[in-house]
Every structure is written in C-alpha cells, then in structure tokens.
Nanobody, 122 residues
Framework: QVQLVESGGGLVQAGGSLRLSCAAS????????MGWFRQPPGKEREFVAA????????SYLDSVKGRFTISRDNAKDTMYLQMNNLQFEDTAVYYC???????????????WGQGTQVTVSS
C-alpha cells in the first residue's frame, strides 16, 4: 500500500509558474513509476507526465512538452512537477499517481493522491 500526498497547487496568472510535489508514504516497487494526471472542469482525467525510479526516463503529454518538467528525489520518495508558462487550458485538478510499471500507471491501475487544484487565470 502506498499513500501519496500532493502539495503546491494554487492560483496563478497565465504565463506564470507553479511546482507540484508528491510525497510517497513508503519506498516500494509499487512506486517505481510515478506520474501526474489532471482533470479539467467538465472533462475526463488525462495523463500528464511520468518518471521512472530506475532510470529516470520520462514521458509527457504532447501539450505540456517544453513547459512542464517532471523529476523525483528517490532519497525523499518525492516527485515534482515544475510547470512553466502556464495557460488557461492547464486549469485542472492535478493527481499524483504511482505504479510499478508505466503501462499500469497510464491505464489507471495505480495508487492515487487526493488531488490538488491548479487554476490559471487568463
């Protein structure tokens, strides 16, 4: 069992930056892959980014490439999402997720955090 706690959401103007954090309760193979999803108002949840513990390989949603950077500190069991040049369309509840493998995470078969609101004003 892995518990995930997000922090760092908030309100920002378009073009601004925010950094989200996600702390895992324990080091486990179940959190070998960690990532972020988001759910915009009235829309379905979508994959944003993921990172592997073993080789730090990353994967991104096309629309955030070049603006968002995912990273992790394995010693602290914490993952980050640096979001730059935020746009109105980035407004969503952002969820931290963890699974052993990327395909499990992307399919939604993973542990979830409680979510943190990111609101970008235009």
């Amino acid at each position: 069992q892995v518990q995930l706690v997000e922090s760092g959401g908030g309100l920002v103007q378009a073009g601004g930056s925010l950094r989200l954090s996600c702390a895992a309760s324990a080091r486990s193979f179940s959190s070998d892959t960690m990532g972020w999803f988001r759910q915009p108002p009235g829309k379905e949840r979508e994959f944003v980014a993921a990172i592997s513990r073993t080789d730090s390989s990353t994967s991104y949603l096309d629309s955030v490439k070049g603006r968002f950077t995912i990273s992790r500190d394995n010693a602290k069991d914490t993952m980050y999402l640096q979001m730059n040049n935020l746009q109105f369309e980035d407004t969503a509840v952002y969820y931290c997720a963890a699974a052993q493998y990327l395909y499990l995470l992307r399919s939604g078969a993973c542990y979830w955090g409680q979510g943190t609101q990111v609101t970008v004003s235009s």
